[in-house]
């Protein structure tokens, strides 16, 4: 039998933080321990292709991550699970589970531990890309289009909004720089909005290499990528 907690809490670290797509009562900074936000998930729809698969975000294992907790009224909490579980849950790469996040400081409210859905990267499913040199992710990022819209959108957007937080990641600013993604910032900001797409596409035209030839099978797919 489950447990339910008092209170409906739901913990983004991607683009729930700026498109969480539910009605929420109350959005606090939180911070969760054991976890650490990651370019770790293949993406061959929603920012890339079979083809040439994108990176997105997922909560991988270690370290920790700062992001934003969604307090959702109860009356909502059904409708809700239900909106992030045909969201999130689509494809099997990410697991739901609570966790225990560490509510900042707001207005009078004190600091405070609540228990909090977050969607969790699954490491043995095939989409699972770990973690990779920098080098490698900038590559696949600059080049991947998909149906919502370019990786190099997808990683400016996730900088624009953790540094409206405060937030600051070495590794992310890293990526930023070898994509040539703060430069595309520059141009957007400046009037020419279509100029990262226009990147991406004229990287995407770039011939790939021949992927190995590999066993069909869950983890051959990941082979296969790893030869894009």
């Given at each position: 039998?489950?447990?339910?907690?008092?209170?409906?809490?739901?913990?983004?670290?991607?683009?729930?933080?700026?498109?969480?797509?539910?009605?929420?009562?109350?959005?606090?900074?939180?911070?969760?321990?054991?976890?650490?936000?990651?370019?770790?998930?293949?993406?061959?729809?929603?920012?890339?292709?079979?083809?040439?698969?994108?990176?997105?975000?997922?909560?991988?294992?270690?370290?920790?991550?700062?992001?934003?907790?969604?307090?959702?009224?109860?009356?909502a909490r059904?409708?809700?699970?239900?909106?992030?579980?045909?969201?999130?849950?689509?494809?099997?790469?990410?697991?739901?589970?609570?966790?225990?996040?560490?509510?900042?400081?707001?207005?009078?409210?004190?600091?405070?531990?609540?228990?909090?859905?977050?969607?969790?990267?699954?490491?043995?499913?095939?989409?699972?890309?770990?973690?990779?040199?920098?080098?490698?992710?900038?590559?696949?990022?600059?080049r991947s289009?998909?149906?919502?819209?370019?990786?190099?959108?997808?990683?400016?957007?996730?900088?624009?909004?953790?540094?409206?937080?405060?937030?600051?990641?070495?590794?992310?600013?890293?990526?930023?720089?070898?994509?040539?993604?703060?430069?595309?910032?520059?141009?957007?900001?400046?009037?020419?909005?279509?100029?990262?797409?226009?990147?991406?596409?004229?990287?995407?035209?770039?011939?790939?290499?021949?992927?190995s030839t590999?066993?069909?099978?869950?983890?051959?797919?990941?082979?296969?990528?790893?030869?894009?």
């Amino acid at each position: 039998m489950s447990i339910e907690p008092a209170e409906t809490w739901i913990f983004g670290y991607g683009s729930l933080m700026w498109s969480p797509g539910f009605a929420h009562a109350e959005a606090r900074r939180a911070k969760l321990a054991g976890y650490h936000r990651a370019f770790c998930v293949y993406s061959i729809h929603y920012r890339g292709t079979e083809r040439r698969p994108g990176l997105v975000l997922g909560l991988d294992r270690g370290g920790a991550c700062e992001g934003i907790a969604f307090r959702v009224a109860p009356e909502a909490r059904k409708a809700t699970l239900a909106y992030l579980r045909a969201r999130e849950l689509i494809y099997g790469v990410y697991r739901e589970a609570l966790v225990p996040v560490d509510l900042a400081h707001a207005n009078e409210d004190p600091p405070r531990t609540v228990w909090a859905t977050a969607y969790i990267a699954e490491r043995c499913h095939p989409a699972y890309a770990g973690c990779q040199p920098l080098a490698r992710e900038a590559h696949l990022i600059r080049r991947s289009i998909g149906r919502g819209g370019t990786n190099l959108d997808y990683l400016l957007s996730t900088r624009r909004h953790l540094l409206d937080l405060g937030i600051r990641e070495p590794r992310l600013e890293r990526l930023v720089a070898l994509t040539g993604a703060g430069r595309m910032q520059e141009a957007n900001a400046s009037g020419s909005a279509s100029r990262s797409v226009a990147l991406a596409r004229a990287w995407a035209a770039k011939p790939a290499r021949r992927p190995s030839t590999v066993r069909d099978n869950r983890f051959g797919y990941r082979a296969k990528l790893a030869g894009l």
